[in-house]
């Protein structure tokens, strides 16, 4: 069995320099904040010792409460990420079929590429609004698909899909044999209820998230997975016993104080994000080269550049970068074209973040055909 490289791209804006970067609408998080602003306090009396191999107790007993989940049905990872690297490792062999949701975050889909899986992709189509067809998805299930993924908020899009949608989705892996790992990234950010957690539907549901999105703390390299499989639990555990052992104790008591606050954190955040989408909404209505799906959650969305506008894409981003300023996340880094990109509205100030769509405008102005 032939294992495939991962696909890796140095271009995210810490490695170009955060200096170089005057209009950053990259970031698919909300505004990073300080110690201060999230209100942690560390002891100096803190054991910097090998913490608990699961993660901290008590930060395990209040996601627990987040997903109706004991505590020991919680393992803390050095973010999502980690999260994704544990469960596909401990989950999937070579030639496993693996169907994953299309565009997403590119991890998702290149670790079980590069573990040699079977990667097949539901693809999301703009001109439906990217809506996931729930039938169409289950119909691409096979009787070998080990592992389903999706991702809600979306990422790039921002759209969001509906609880008797995600249920009979569940009933049907679950029917298949087949574990349904939502990433849950964005869960806090959603307009309206928050979807319900497929980890409490069934021992073959699977839910992710991290503390970087959110709230604004990526520093904190925090994440958890949630399951009510016992045998996935254990292997998810060895798995990380041997790539770090443990967290960072440190990380956990910081993030255990952030989410023993998260309502709290959460209400302004919501309220700075739901202007600056104003703020966005304003902008692509009042223009007439982009077009795009209305984020309905999250803090991302992905526009695309008009079909009948004639460009040479990579003229545009290097015009855009070079000339304005201006960062966005090309369709490429989701395997799409660069028509697509990804704007994250909500880590830029309120002025930063008008002043960056309208020099994206004006890019696109400067370098169209006709």
């Known amino acids: 069995m032939q294992f495939n490289r991962m696909w890796i791209e140095k271009e995210s804006p810490e490695e170009y320099g955060y200096e170089n970067i ?8 909300t505004t990073d904040k ?27 007993q209040v996601i627990g409460k987040m997903y109706d989940a004991k505590e020991d049905e919680v393992i803390v990872t050095i973010g999502a990420c980690m999260s994704l690297f544990l469960i596909y490792s401990a989950i999937l062999m070579p ?20 573990l040699g899986c079977q990667v097949d992709l539901y693809g999301l189509k703009f001109e439906e609004g990217f809506r996931m067809d729930v039938d169409q998805l289950i119909s691409m299930l096979r009787p070998e698909t080990k592992l389903v993924n999706i991702t809600y908020p979306h990422n790039p899009t921002g759209v969001m899909t509906t609880a008797e949608d995600i249920a ?14 939502v990433d849950e990234t964005y869960g806090d950010l959603t307009n309206g209820q928050r979807l319900p ?3 409490s539907m069934s021992k073959y549901g699977i839910c992710i998230e991290s503390l970087s999105k959110a709230i604004g703390v990526p520093g904190i390299r925090t994440g958890w997975m ?14 990380k016993e041997q790539v770090c052992i443990c967290g960072s104790v440190v990380d956990e008591e910081c993030a255990y104080q952030v989410l023993s606050k998260r309502e709290e954190l959460l209400k302004p955040i919501k309220a700075d994000i739901a202007e600056k989408l104003a703020i966005l909404t304003e902008i692509m209505e009042n223009q007439n080269v982009l077009e795009w799906v209305k984020p309905q959650g999250g803090v ?6 008009k079909e009948e506008i004639e460009i040479d894409t990579k003229e545009f981003y290097d015009c855009l970068n070079h000339k304005y300023g201006v960062f966005v996340g090309p369709g490429k880094w989701f395997d799409m074209s660069d028509r697509y990109f990804r704007i994250g509205y909500a880590w830029p100030k309120k002025e930063e973040l008008r002043q960056g769509m309208l020099n994206l405008l004006k890019a696109i102005e400067d370098t169209r055909k006709n």
Do not use: W
């Open 197 to 199: 957690h497929v980890s």
């Open 300 to 305: 991302v969305c992905f526009p695309r550049i």
């Open 95 to 114: 030639g496993d079929h693996v169907l994953i949701m299309h565009p997403n975050y590119p991890a998702n889909i290149e670790i079980p590429r590069s």
């Open 168 to 181: 009979k989705l569940m009933k049907a892996c679950e029917a298949n044999g087949t574990y349904l790992m």
């Open 226 to 239: 949630v399951s009510k499989n016992r045998e996935l639990l254990d292997k998810v555990i060895a798995t």
């Open 22 to 29: 005057k209009y950053n609408l990259t970031e698919s998080s």
């Open 34 to 60: 300080t110690m201060t602003d999230v209100g942690i306090q560390l002891s100096q009396d803190l054991l910097l010792c090998y913490g608990d191999h699961l993660g901290k107790k008590e930060l395990r």
